[in-house]
């Protein structure tokens, strides 16, 4: 009898420890690559290969992130997600190293854009998302998702700061390096997020006297689900609006005559404010319409950017407009996330949530390569902006065709 009492508490704290985990990982591998941008002006000052070229593997880094999701959602869905994320992590620290000492675009391209991106996709969302949705209650899956969600968003707040630190004390290479060594501390999140989907499939489908579906057999039905299209296709919007900030943020408040600081506190700004936005939304998932919940965080985006390009280039507005952009970057995943478990059921989520992720980073090179494509031709950022806002418009109206609702060939397996 007086162990009862303790297995709630226990498991509250199971969840806690699975969540702080996924998090945590999250925070330092967003917060390592999406504060890449704040080096972009001195590999170019130490490269001399141009902001094009430059663009290009970060372009690259955020085409290949996404690549990398699905095929890390499936294996981790298969042998384990601690396995994945190990992996993940080391190719962060190795490729973020070796990055001040590549001195050609190719050089520039297997660092940033296949080493510490493809790591930051194997230990990206995709599989912390799957694995948070995984162990834990279904009740709290919305919850959980803009916990880990707001995780990486804490990352690229605490990492802007600290890099702009570091390159103020010891030179913006080995502060570069040293972001390298930090990712290394998302390792023991290895032992909390082991496992795999498979077995739980398994079990469900013997209770059930059913098969579950194989990883083609899902692909297929997602892919012929015209909700998951239309869904992935706001996500490539979301992909080309996040890119482009984190990329050339600092740039366009160099083009806007502001001091370099503000750069690094605008790219702050927007960390920070997205942890609000990605809890807001975990705790708005299943209290309202995920589809109308993507719908207003596209449109409020595209309103947004329209009003920055009519204000002032203050200061002061570009912190206002990076803390409204902050709240909209990346909360757009609690709700995209759900509606995949949502449909598909979480046996194969992180395999479905990364092709998903594979067309937000479709998005994100072109937002990443155009950004500075633009401007070198040019000089401004403003045709970059435009598309933007068209854009969002696009994603705003495409979501509200979709079903919310499970499919019937996963209702007897899904988890």
């Known amino acids: 009898m007086m162990n009862k009492p303790q297995a709630p508490a226990q498991a ?13 990982a999250f925070a330092l591998t967003m917060g390592v690559r999406q504060t890449m941008g704040l080096f972009l002006s001195a590999l170019n000052t130490s490269t001399a290969l141009g902001i094009g070229s430059i663009s290009l593997a970060f372009a690259f880094g955020q085409l290949w992130w996404g690549l990398t999701q699905p095929f890390a959602g499936a294996v981790a869905d298969r042998i384990g997600t601690g396995r994945v994320i190990f992996l993940g992590v080391v190719l962060v620290a190795i490729g973020t190293i070796i990055t001040p000492l590549m001195t050609s675009t190719a050089g520039l391209i297997f660092a940033i854009g296949v080493l510490a991106a493809g790591g930051a996709g194997m230990a990206g969302p995709s599989v912390l998302m799957a694995a948070s949705t995984r162990l834990v209650p279904a009740e709290k899956r919305g919850l959980a998702t803009g916990i880990v969600n707001a995780g990486g968003s804490f990352g690229q707040f605490a990492m802007a700061p600290i890099a702009i630190g ?11 390096q040293w972001l390298g060594v930090l990712v290394l501390l998302a390792l023991p999140a290895v032992f909390v997020l082991k496992g795999n989907s498979k077995a739980l499939a398994a079990q469900a489908a013997a209770s059930s006297g059913t098969k579950a579906l194989s990883a083609r057999q899902a692909i297929g039905q997602a892919l012929a689900t015209p909700s998951y299209r239309y869904l992935s296709l706001g996500f490539l919007v979301c992909g080309f609006h996040v890119a482009f900030l984190a990329t050339h943020l600092p740039g366009v408040v160099a083009a806007c005559g502001l001091p370099p600081e503000i750069g690094g506190w605008a790219l702050a700004m927007i960390g920070l404010f997205n942890i609000v936005g990605s809890l807001a939304m975990g705790w708005a998932v299943g209290r309202w319409r995920m589809k109308s919940l993507l719908a207003l965080l596209y449109a409020t985006r595209g309103l947004a950017v329209l ?15 990076a803390a409204v952009m902050g709240v909209t970057f990346l909360s757009t995943v609690p709700p995209t996330a759900g509606l995949v478990a949502k449909m598909f059921g979480t046996t194969n989520m992180a395999m479905l949530f990364g092709i998903v992720m594979l067309a937000h980073q479709v998005g994100g090179f072109f937002g990443a390569f155009l950004g500075g494509y633009v401007f070198q031709a040019t000089g401004s950022y403003d045709w970059v902006w435009y598309i ?22 996963q209702t007897k397996v899904a988890i």
């Open 166 to 176: 570091l390159t103020a004390a010891v030179g913006w290479a080995s502060a570069m």
């Open 307 to 321: 009003l920055f390009l009519l204000a002032p280039k203050t200061p002061a507005v570009m912190l206002v407009f």
């Open 12 to 24: 509250g704290m199971a969840i806690w420890l699975v969540l702080l985990a996924a998090a945590g």
């Open 388 to 409: 933007d806002i068209v854009l969002a418009v696009g994603a705003a109206l495409v979501n509200l065709p979709i079903r919310e609702a499970l499919l019937p060939r």
